[in-house]
């Protein structure tokens, strides 16, 4: 179920509606003494909490008092005393929650080394020390918890760049708010965000009634690309895959399903179509990117088309001018390149990038990476939630385009399509790791079975 998601100007906001009427820090320092102890599992060693100056501190002086209340041991030293070195039970993290916007100083930033290096479990509370809760920055010395207990409802940082290293398990508390009330910022993906396209085929269907999608790419030395996007669009139930190889030599012996075609072809038949595997950057990738954009299909735009139009500026204005629906699927390094900037810039606040990005194109976006941003043109944005390390190997953003060209062919909408596909493309490696494939060595060809396996198992469930 998607879950939303709050920047610290919209949880200010919701505070601000039960302060000070509603106790708010009793009812988060309850919540998170509750889960502390769960998490000591029973142990006789004592619970070390660390309270800092602001509403985080208190929040954590008033978990040390219900501890303390319900006879368990409690250590809080004053930040001028020397850090006790354990063996702890737990340790809390109530140093600075989400109003810190600078890197933690001294001596603060000594207790943030030490509890990084404790071998008990770490709670931070609302968001570990040190991580911007809006963009999951690391603003300097940061903690790594095992348990992060965030309060009234999920902030973005925690959910994307470093924020997953950094805060372990997330639980949240909403301390009996109504959150349903207000409008969140963003909200995680989930199947049931799409479960009104996860319609069961008719059995009097054929082919022709799934869709053709095209796939334009495949230079030589980069076949594989389109052939992955292609062998990806195909098992996610395009009717039928067209793909045009720029390298003519290139055939898949493993997948005699798909179409070699030329351009032509491909754009004639395909009723959606994805621009950019393999493409390379010579002056026919350019004209092959010129006439996808002017193809009257949905399009998906990846790789070294995205690189392409941020060479060319005339095609990037062609392609914002686009009325059928556009899909640009950039890493940070393309998406820099598309804002002519740099990588850091892009990181340092990765919604901001995805959604300047949107504005541009008039496209729906997908930034990349650790907690992929989904954002569309209606403004809706989502962080995706599924997903590990074992994305990060050649082709696995390939593998992506197809399953995304899969769905615009059979009549999904660009929103729903973007939306499924990314959730789809990280529920995949996290079932591929469950069953002990990965992450380190998964690769990208791997993912496309669990994927359809995965589709084919949420179509089943939206029926029931």
């Known amino acids: 179920m998607s879950a939303p998601i709050f920047s610290v100007a919209g949880i200010r906001a919701i505070e601000a509606q039960y302060l000070p009427a509603t106790p708010l820090m009793e009812r988060a320092g309850h919540a998170a003494a509750?889960?502390?102890?769960?998490?000591?599992?029973?142990?006789?060693?004592?619970?070390?909490?660390?309270?800092?100056?602001?509403?985080?501190?208190g929040d954590a002086q008033v978990v040390a008092w219900v501890l303390r209340a319900a006879g368990h041991q409690v250590l809080t030293p004053a930040i001028d005393e020397a850090l006790p070195s354990g063996p702890f039970a737990l340790a809390i993290d109530g140093l600075f929650g989400i109003g810190l916007t600078r890197p933690?100083?001294?001596?603060?930033?000594?207790?943030?080394?030490?509890?990084?290096?404790?071998?008990?479990?770490?709670?931070?509370?609302?968001?570990?020390?040190?991580?911007?809760?809006?963009?999951?920055?690391?603003?300097?010395?940061?903690?790594?918890?095992?348990?992060?207990?965030?309060?009234?409802?999920?902030k973005p940082g925690l959910l994307t760049l470093d924020g997953p290293d950094c805060c372990g398990e997330i639980h949240v508390a909403n301390l009996g708010l109504p959150i349903a009330e207000f409008d969140s910022d963003a909200t995680t993906?989930?199947?049931?965000?799409?479960?009104?396209?996860?319609?069961?085929?008719?059995?009097?269907?054929?082919?022709?009634?799934?869709?053709?999608?095209?796939?334009?790419?495949?230079?030589?030395?980069?076949?594989?690309?389109?052939?992955?996007?292609?062998?990806?669009?195909?098992?996610?139930?395009?009717?039928?895959?067209?793909?045009?190889?720029l390298d003519r030599n290139a055939v898949d012996s493993q997948q005699p399903e798909l179409m070699l075609r030329n351009a032509e072809d491909v754009i004639t038949l395909a009723t959606a179509l994805a621009v950019g595997p393999g493409l390379g950057q010579m002056d026919q990738a350019v004209q092959l990117l010129r006439q996808a954009i002017e193809?009257?299909?949905?399009?998906?735009?990846?790789?070294?088309?995205?690189?392409?139009?941020?060479?060319?500026?005339?095609?990037?204005?062609?392609?914002?001018?686009?009325?059928?629906?556009?899909?640009?699927?950039?890493?940070?390094?393309?998406?820099?390149r598309l804002l002519n900037t740099d990588v850091v810039t892009i990181q340092a606040d990765r919604l901001a990038a995805a959604r300047e990005?949107?504005?541009?194109?008039?496209?729906?976006?997908?930034?990349?990476?650790?907690?992929?941003?989904?954002?569309?043109?209606?403004?809706?944005?989502?962080?995706?939630t599924s997903g590990n390390p074992g994305l990060a190997s050649a082709g696995s953003g390939d593998v992506l385009t197809g399953l995304i060209v899969a769905l615009l062919a059979q009549g999904w909408?660009?929103?729903?399509?973007?939306?499924?596909?990314?959730?789809?493309?990280?529920?995949?490696?996290?079932?591929?790791?469950?069953?002990?494939?990965?992450?380190?060595?998964?690769?990208?060809?791997?993912?496309?079975?669990?994927?359809r396996r995965l589709l084919n198992a949420w179509i089943a469930h939206a029926r029931t």
């Not at 060693?45 to 602001?54: D, H, K, Q, R, S």
């Not at 929103?415 to 494939?437: K, R």
């Open 357 to 384: 990005l949107v504005q541009r194109f008039h496209a729906s976006v997908v930034l990349k990476g650790c907690g992929s941003v989904v954002i569309h043109p209606n403004g809706r944005c989502h962080i995706n």
């Open 34 to 57: 509750e889960l502390a102890v769960q998490l000591a599992k029973g142990s006789q060693a004592p619970i070390l909490i660390l309270a800092g100056p602001g509403n985080n501190g």
């Open 413 to 451: 909408p660009a929103d729903a399509a973007l939306s499924a596909a990314v959730h789809l493309h990280g529920a995949a490696a996290d079932a591929l790791v469950a069953a002990d494939i990965g992450p380190v060595g998964l690769t990208a060809g791997e993912l496309i079975d669990p994927a």
């Open 295 to 336: 193809a009257p299909l949905p399009l998906v735009i990846d790789a070294d088309g995205l690189n392409l139009l941020a060479l060319h500026p005339a095609l990037a204005r062609l392609a914002a001018k686009r009325t059928d629906p556009l899909i640009l699927t950039p890493h940070p390094a393309e998406a820099a």
């Open 189 to 245: 993906l989930s199947p049931g965000m799409f479960s009104a396209y996860l319609s069961q085929r008719l059995r009097n269907s054929h082919k022709g009634s799934h869709g053709s999608a095209g796939i334009l790419g495949g230079a030589s030395g980069m076949a594989g690309a389109a052939l992955l996007a292609g062998r990806a669009a195909l098992k996610l139930g395009a009717g039928r895959v067209y793909v045009d190889m």
């Open 104 to 154: 933690i100083a001294p001596p603060y930033a000594s207790w943030v080394d030490k509890l990084n290096n404790f071998s008990c479990p770490v709670l931070a509370l609302d968001v570990p020390s040190g991580l911007d809760a809006d963009t999951g920055r690391q603003l300097g010395p940061t903690v790594k918890a095992s348990h992060t207990i965030t309060f009234i409802a999920l």
